[in-house]
């Protein structure tokens, strides 16, 4: 079904198998989307990661290139590329790991919500298909509106009844990456050094940091709150902007897809302690899905953590995003049972 000839095949085959007795954990991860902006340099990245046995690249377009370029790295994953809806399946069968990039990217002038139309299409025949092919498997989705394409492929995988909340994540780790480097510039810090909780969505004022938690502890004067919070919030556009055309974040995105993918895989791999921010179902606040921190482990997030204190900023912010958010997810609800 992939796109080498059989020996090859077998060949690849064996390889994984030898691989996987060395002692890795060896997880199975597909990229949908994979010959794309973050898709291809995400693929890269996913290639180096010890975690990783089989890499499976899904696009409609060009996966024969991207495949044959990222199999020649000499990292530990086996890498096969798959071509066009007949190769869907074959692509998802067996994954652990399913990462989704697909879809179109923002021009300047345009919302994420724009999107929605095009995207909301794609991300839902890819989960049917993983509903179909590996229904125990971990998802990241990336594919813009997240704040929309997470309820919908919940709605995918309920319809085939196969939901598992703690399993569908919508990827936010971009924003939290991007406070990091924003934050660590203002207090003069190594990035590596400063974790940002960002809760809520990933849209506009959805996008909401916590800088009343970061660590190291800090303070920061009004107008440097209100200075990195707008940035925060404002990071995607200022990349669409600087691209002019060209689309959006790609790069930092293939980072942050692989940072977060990473933590996902060490969960499953069963190790302690591992807390990331994610765009998930949730109890948290009244809203049905809200970016928070979660603990990532064997079974996905299994556990949702609450958003600590927040300060009268933070507060303030929290009830727009409630309200924007309440419009939103009614709004995706009534799109959703319209695709239907
Ligand atoms: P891109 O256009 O460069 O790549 C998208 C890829 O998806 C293309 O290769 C395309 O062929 C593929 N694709 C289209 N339809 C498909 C289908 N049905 N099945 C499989 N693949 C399909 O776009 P990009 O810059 O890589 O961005 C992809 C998406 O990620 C966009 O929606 C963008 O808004 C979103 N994004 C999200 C975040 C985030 O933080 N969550 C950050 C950046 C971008
Ligand atoms: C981002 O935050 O960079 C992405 O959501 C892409 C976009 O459209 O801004």
């Known amino acids: ?183 660590a510039e203002v207090l003069g810090l190594d990035p590596r050094d400063v974790d940002v909780p960002v809760v809520g969505g990933h849209a506009g004022v959805t996008i909401l940091p916590l800088l009343s938690q970061v660590k190291p502890p800090c303070s920061f004067t009004q107008e440097e709150t209100e200075y990195l919070t707008n940035r925060i919030q404002n990071g995607g556009t200022e990349v669409v902007e600087a691209k002019a055309g060209a689309g959006s974040a790609t790069l930092s995105m293939a980072y942050a897809a692989v940072k977060f993918a990473d933590a996902c895989l060490r969960g499953l791999r069963g190790d302690a302690g591992v807390v990331e921010c994610a765009f998930v179902a949730s109890q948290v606040t009244e809203l049905p899905f809200f970016a928070s921190k979660v603990r990532l482990g064997r079974q996905g997030a299994e556990e949702i953590f609450q958003l600590g204190p927040l300060n009268e900023y933070e507060s303030g912010l929290f009830c727009l995003l409630h309200l924007c958010f309440q419009d939103w997810l009614g709004e995706s609800e009534e799109r959703v049972s319209w695709k239907h």
Do not use: W
Request: proline share 7%; charged share 15%; with cysteine.
């Open 1 to 183: 079904a992939h796109l080498y000839p059989p020996n090859l095949q077998n060949s690849c085959l064996r390889q994984a198998k030898c691989r996987a007795k060395g002692g890795a954990a060896g997880f199975k991860v597909a990229i949908l989307g994979a010959a794309g902006g973050i898709g291809q340099p995400l693929a890269m990245l996913m290639k180096i990661n010890p975690l990783v046995s089989v890499l499976h690249l899904y696009d409609v377009v060009n996966t024969p290139g991207v495949t044959a370029d990222i199999s020649h790295m000499d990292t530990g994953a086996v890498v096969r590329g798959f071509l066009g809806q007949p190769q869907l399946e074959n692509a998802l069968t067996g994954m652990d790991l399913v990462i989704i990039p697909a879809g179109v990217p923002r021009k300047p002038g345009m919302t994420r919500d724009d999107l929605f139309n095009i995207n909301a299409g794609i991300v839902r025949t890819l989960c049917e298909g993983i509903a179909k092919c590996c229904p125990n498997a971990t998802v990241n989705l990336i594919s813009n509106p997240v704040n929309s394409t997470v309820p919908i492929a919940a709605e995918v995988f309920k319809k085939a009844g196969t939901y598992d909340p703690k399993k569908l994540l919508g990827v936010t780790m971009l924003d939290v990456v991007r406070a990091n480097t924003f934050v």
